[in-house]
T-cell receptor, first 107, second 113 residues
Framework: DAKTTQPNSMESNEEEPVHLPCNHS???????IHWYRQLPSQGPEYVIH???SNVNNRMASLAIAEDRKSSTLILHRATLRDAAVYYC????????FGAGTRLTVKP | GAGVSQSPRYKVAKRGQDVALRCDPI?????LFWYQQALGQGPEFLTY????????KSGLPSDRFFAERPEGSVSTLKIQRTQQEDSAVYLC???????????FGSGTRLTVV
């Protein structure tokens, strides 16, 4: 399994952009990079995923390094509702969660 | 349905009792995962299905845990002779495949007393 390294926690101010990094240096060429988040007392929620190219959707953007050994989830304008634990997962046949990054958004 | 449905939402079991947890994935989703999430922890992988085939069950903590998906749609996670350490939220997720995002259910909160 590809190992991931994410900061334990990050803080952001409301309305400001947030860049959540993830290192996945042992990723294989066919592993998609998935990001999920989990709000308190809820199940995980899909955020975004990609393989090689940067990706955008209504929730976030995903920037993938050219060597694919790292990626960054970008929330363009953090809101209080974005406070959650964010998980980066290189996906093979199994999808295993690491410790994730706990994002705190300050008003 | 519109999402992944799990039932029951809450389950209280006496120690030693057998329980069955149900997951109704989104129609047409071939991939299905089960996870166990203890309080304050991240989800721990239990098992993975592609259609009716159980491709990976390496995360099942003991032989008391058993999962099936006989027709490639609904899946059941069974826990025999429940113990207090089995108390957790059990999550199910489904997808059209790894090239697509996974949708999670709301989970079943199991409390063993």
């Amino acid at each position: 399994d590809a190992k991931t390294t994410q900061p334990n926690s990050m803080e952001s101010n409301e309305e400001e952009p947030v860049h959540l990094p993830c290192n996945h240096s042992t990723i294989s060429g066919t592993d998609y990079i998935h990001w999920y988040r989990q709000l308190p007392s809820q199940g995980p929620e899909y955020v975004i995923h990609g393989l090689t190219s940067n990706v955008n959707n209504r929730m976030a953007s995903l920037a993938i390094a050219e060597d694919r050994k790292s990626s960054t989830l970008i929330l363009h304008r953090a809101t209080l509702r974005d406070a959650a634990v964010y998980y980066c997962i290189p996906l093979r046949n199994d999808m295993r969660f690491g410790a994730g990054t706990r994002l705190t958004v300050k008003p | 349905g519109a999402g992944v449905s799990q039932s029951p939402r809450y389950k209280v079991a006496k120690r030693g009792q057998d329980v069955a947890l149900r997951c109704d994935p989104i129609s047409g989703h071939v991939s299905l995962f089960w996870y166990q999430q203890a309080l304050g922890q991240g989800p721990e992988f239990l098992t993975y299905f592609q259609n009716e085939a159980q491709l990976d069950k390496s995360g099942l903590p003991s032989d008391r845990f058993f999962a099936e998906r006989p027709e490639g749609s609904v899946s059941t996670l069974k826990i025999q002779r429940t113990q207090q350490e089995d108390s957790a939220v059990y999550l199910c997720a489904s997808s059209q495949g790894k090239n697509y995002g996974y949708t999670f259910g709301s989970g079943t909160r199991l409390t063993v007393v």
